[in-house]
């Protein structure tokens, strides 16, 4: 079994809030992260894949194809964005980086399947002092 990641930046706005709670509620709960105005973050994102070494190509899986892959499921749908409003999948869902993670999951996990490889986490450095990371089910 062999691990290898990818790793992307994006940047995006959030806000903290759940809309049936006052905004007293949500302000003690989230501080600052509930910021009417929202607020944003230059994250990090690591993809990590594992399986076998194809021995007639020498890789787990191509990274270029790795990339291409998160660019276009997860990237390009979030770079720039507010993931409240403007990102598919995170609709409904509060926009916290432990829902990010396991939404990003959602997007790749079956593609990556797809090629032979499995999914084994997803890492999100929301700061430099913070990080998610997620393993799936």
């Known amino acids: 079994m062999i691990y290898i990641t990818r790793k992307a930046s994006f940047n995006a706005a959030h806000k903290l ?9 949500n302000t003690e709960v ?21 399986g076998e070494i194809n021995p007639e190509t020498g890789f787990l899986v191509d990274l270029k194809w790795l ?31 432990e829902n990010l993670a396991i939404a990003i999951w959602e997007q790749l996990a079956d593609l990556i399947a797809e090629s032979g490889a499995q999914l ?11 990080f998610v990371e997620y393993f799936g089910q």
């Open 17 to 25: 809030s759940r809309p049936d709670w006052t905004d007293d509620k």
């Open 120 to 130: 084994h986490s997803i890492k999100i450095y929301e700061t430099e002092n913070n």
């Open 67 to 97: 990339k291409d892959i998160t660019n276009t499921y997860v990237v390009d749908k979030i770079d720039h964005r507010n993931l409240n409003l403007d990102v598919d999948f995170m609709k409904g869902k509060l926009a916290s980086t």
């Open 30 to 50: 989230y501080g600052k992260c509930a910021n009417p105005n929202w607020h944003g973050h230059n994250y990090q994102l690591y993809v990590t894949v594992k």
